[in-house]
């Protein structure tokens, strides 16, 4: 079972496109037991495998075999948020592709993997999701292969086509997806565009500033607190908290769950606590009020909730927005937890 994860903001364009087709979004998001109040998060990360089951069901339900295709070159690298402007810093497509990469993982998604080889005037852009994942695969594939040429096109022009794309396993629908991609798909060892090699010279038309804060962190599919962490947010979106609700989302039992915090010397009470005051400190930066984010984190009242931020932050939520600039950031839930302790940033 793979704890792979990727942002929120990949799901935005499926939703718009399941409206737009009249499918009922809230159907959508419970078939693949996804909260839908992740339409105002996108900065959330979910699992990457569930993301494949809400494109693989909006596929379903809509009727279109090419509809990741669709979706990712309609939404184009808007779609990918801050990696999508991490892109376009770079000067030229041939760094945009193998320098950008490097922070695809931190900005985006974890367990994939691309790479760009140049061989007899040919340039062959792959991508592969290295998690051990079945149910929805090609459709993230293809999802991929519309952002990749969406980033080509930026630096060569609205007309420019590839030479072709790869895309493993047998195809449905391969006309009307080619019909998007405005080039030949054919089936290959992996997901890819080809394209000549020259292309890679093409400046930016227009560089972003360079990227200095991504946001939240994507953690590494293996670091199981900073996971649960996350998942401990998705849940409560959910309606749901626990333990068992956290290991259930992860696919193991509770019992494993916590040996497998405790390996890396956490307790999930820890990472639970970790995950609220984050989230707290979210909220109140956003500008809610006390009342609201204790309302937000499941708390009975607010005085509940002020002495739980209080113990987090050595502050009272009421001063926060009143000294948060003097602080420095709190760290987020998928930090490593410590000494099993809660930071402690300012008294």
């Known amino acids: 079972m793979t704890h792979a994860l990727t942002r929120a903001s990949t799901v935005g364009p499926v939703v718009e496109m399941a409206r ?6 809230r159907r959508l998001f419970r078939d693949a037991d996804l909260p839908a109040g992740l339409l105002d998060r996108p900065d959330s990360l979910i699992l990457l495998r569930d993301q494949f ?23 184009g690298l808007d779609g990918l948020g801050p990696y999508g402007r991490h892109v376009m810093s770079f000067p030229d497509l041939g760094s945009a592709i193998s320098l950008a990469y490097r922070d695809y993982g931190r900005l985006l998604q974890a367990s994939t993997r691309m790479e760009l080889r140049v061989q007899d005037g040919m340039a062959v852009w792959t991508y592969r999701i290295t998690a051990p994942l079945t149910v929805g695969r090609q459709k993230n594939e ?35 997806i080619e019909d998007v ?32 804060d991504g946001g939240t962190p994507v953690p590494a599919a293996t670091d199981v607190p900073a996971v649960a962490g996350r998942m401990v947010a998705l849940e409560r979106l959910c309606g749901r908290s626990g333990a068992s609700a956290v290991a259930a989302r992860m696919g193991m039992t509770v019992r494993t769950l916590q040996r497998r915090l405790a390996e890396r010397g956490a307790t999930f009470s820890e990472v639970a606590r970790r995950a609220d005051a984050a989230e707290a400190v979210a ?17 009975s009242d607010a005085a509940h909730f002020s ?18 600039q003097g602080f420095p950031a709190f760290p987020p839930p998928e930090s490593t937890i410590t000494n099993n ?4 940033v300012g008294k």
């Open 20 to 25: 737009a087709a009249g499918v009922p979004v």
């Open 53 to 75: 089951r809400l494109v693989e069901g909006a596929a379903r339900m809509i009727g279109d075999d090419a509809l990741p295709a669709r979706l990712s070159a309609s939404a």
């Open 341 to 344: 302790k809660i930071p402690i």
């Open 142 to 176: 293809l999802l991929a292969l519309g952002y990749m040429l969406d980033v080509a096109r930026r630096f060569a022009g609205s007309a420019w086509a590839p030479d072709r794309v790869e895309i493993p396993g047998r195809l449905a629908g391969r006309a009307a």
């Open 283 to 299: 909220l109140l930066d956003q500008g809610l009020s006390v009342t609201e984010t204790a309302d937000r984190l499941g708390y």
């Open 181 to 212: 991609f405005a080039c030949s798909v054919r089936t290959g060892a992996e997901a890819a565009v080809a394209f000549p090699a020259e292309f890679l010279d093409c400046p930016a038309p227009i560089r972003s500033p360079k990227l200095e």
């Open 307 to 324: 002495r739980a931020f209080r113990r987090w932050t050595g502050l009272a939520p009421s001063r926060w927005s009143r000294v948060r």
